[in-house]
């Protein structure tokens, strides 16, 4: 596995490697949705379709790592997540569907982070924040770099996106 | 096995009801409280006494490693052991809720065995 180098300062800025980082946040997110939800899931090719979906989970990542990673679902794949982490059918998941998507953001920053040498000591996570709606957009008012992966699950696609300043 | 009572500390809730179910599959005969900060923890804990504590570390209102450095300020808190489970799981974080007075540290994402592992020999189980 390809890992990153970092400067020597105080509070080292991780060098950006897509090649490298890609499958990662792919193996983050596939063992959060295995260990928590027992759900095996199938990562699809990227695509230039627009994300659709009214649920999204974003969580902050400042230090060596400053940006946003963020999972956008069907309401109906939010439903059925937090069935799944609860041990529960999803037609009795109620506002439970917005806090188990938050928390399954949270744990794939968390454990992309700490794949990174030496990033995890350096990079804090804010608390999850949920959007509901379709009709959005996002602008950074920096540049930056964005990583994408996309999985099916439960026959819908879901989005997982990293979004980096530089 | 004997009777505990655990206060599960997280924002989410979720997770709380996650950490139940796992301590109530490692074998425990649990009552449980649940708070979604230290702060709100630490108010349950002036009108209650429990054997456990498992918290989160990235809260808001009051963060968990502030919760277990106030938690030592207290007698009759000090004694009680404190499990993290959380997502910042880097070295600096462990090193820094042990020395605090943590006594054990959980990983998100976890299984109900890691669950297991950790929490049953903090109680002597």
Excluded at chain 2, 14 to 36: C, H, N, P, Y
Aim: glycine residues 8%.
């Amino acid at each position: 596995m390809t890992m990153t180098s970092f400067s020597q300062s105080p509070l080292p800025t991780a060098a950006f490697d897509r090649e490298a980082w890609t499958p990662l946040l792919a193996l983050s997110a596939r063992e959060v949705f295995d260990i928590m939800l027992g759900t095996r899931l199938k990562q699809q090719p990227p695509s230039a379709d627009p994300h659709v979906g009214e649920f999204t989970a974003l969580v902050g990542l400042a230090g060596s790592l400053c940006g946003v990673l963020s999972i956008r679902c069907a309401d109906q794949s939010a439903r059925i997540m937090a069935g799944k982490m609860l041990g529960m059918p999803p037609e009795e998941v109620d506002n439970d569907s917005w806090d188990a998507l938050g928390e399954i953001a949270n744990m794939i920053a968390g454990n992309f982070k700490n794949k990174l040498s030496g990033v995890g000591n350096n990079c804090m996570l804010s608390v999850p924040t949920i959007i509901v709606g379709r009709e959005y957009e996002t602008h950074s008012l920096a540049g930056g770099h964005t990583i994408e992966v996309v999985f099916e699950f439960e026959q819908q696609l879901l989005w997982v996106t990293l979004k980096l300043q530089e | 096995m004997s009777h505990i009572r655990a206060l599960i500390v997280d924002d989410s809730s979720v997770m709380r009801k996650i950490v139940e179910r796992s301590l109530r599959q490692a074998g425990l005969d649990l009552a449980v409280l649940e708070a979604s900060n230290g702060a709100e923890a630490l108010g349950l804990l002036d009108t209650n006494s429990v054997d456990l504590i498992l918290s989160d570390i990235n809260m808001p209102v009051m963060d968990g490693l502030e919760f277990v450095r106030q938690l030592q300020t207290v007698d009759k808190l000090r004694g009680v052991p404190v499990v993290m489970i959380t997502t910042e799981g880097s070295e600096s974080n462990v090193v820094q809720a042990l020395s605090l007075g943590a006594k054990g540290y959980i990983r998100k994402p976890f299984t109900p065995d890691q669950v297991k592992e950790h929490v049953l020999p903090v109680l002597g189980l």
